[in-house]
């Protein structure tokens, strides 16, 4: 499942619902992505975030599925934040439950390195030296080219 939010996320809320009554589930494995204070040297006030919904959800929605084709996972929650955000607020919260946990920990990283570089959002950073818009890094594009083999 895969959730696009306007307003605030709780992570461990999410993860307490996604954990409950599971009883065929080796392993839960979840990630929380936090909007950062500073970024390449430069101190950050706010993250502005902004998506197209229903066109984002879809391909977020493509992208949990391919995480289910390629990995053996019983499921998976995806819930990602667009609008304005404060230092220190959560940004994405992924949980991924499977029967063994090493396969929970590569679905959940072969997601964030999808989301990171494929969904399509537009970030801009505000701070005291004016607004800069945010793109994946060379880093971001080369963790996601692991997962298909191209080294870009």
């Known amino acids: 499942m895969v959730r696009l939010e306007d307003h605030a996320i709780q992570p461990g809320s999410l993860l307490d619902a996604f954990c409950r009554d599971r009883f065929d589930v080796g392993g839960v494995v979840s990630f929380t992505g936090l909007t950062r204070g500073r970024t390449d040297g430069a101190d950050v006030a706010q993250l502005s975030l902004d998506a197209w919904p229903g066109y984002t959800e879809k391909v977020m929605a493509e992208l949990e599925a391919e995480a289910r084709a390629r990995f053996a996972v019983l499921d998976i929650l995806v819930v990602h934040r667009w609008g304005d955000l404060a230092v220190g607020e959560p940004i994405v919260f992924v949980a991924v ?25 537009w970030k801009k950073e505000t701070g005291p030296d004016g607004e800069r818009w945010i793109e994946a890094r060379p880093q971001d594009h080369a963790d996601a080219a692991r997962w298909t083999g191209d080294t870009q």
Request: charged content about 30%.
């Open 97 to 121: 439950a499977a029967e063994h946990r090493r396969i929970a920990f590569e679905a959940a990283d072969f997601l964030m390195d999808q989301l990171k570089t494929r969904a399509p959002f």
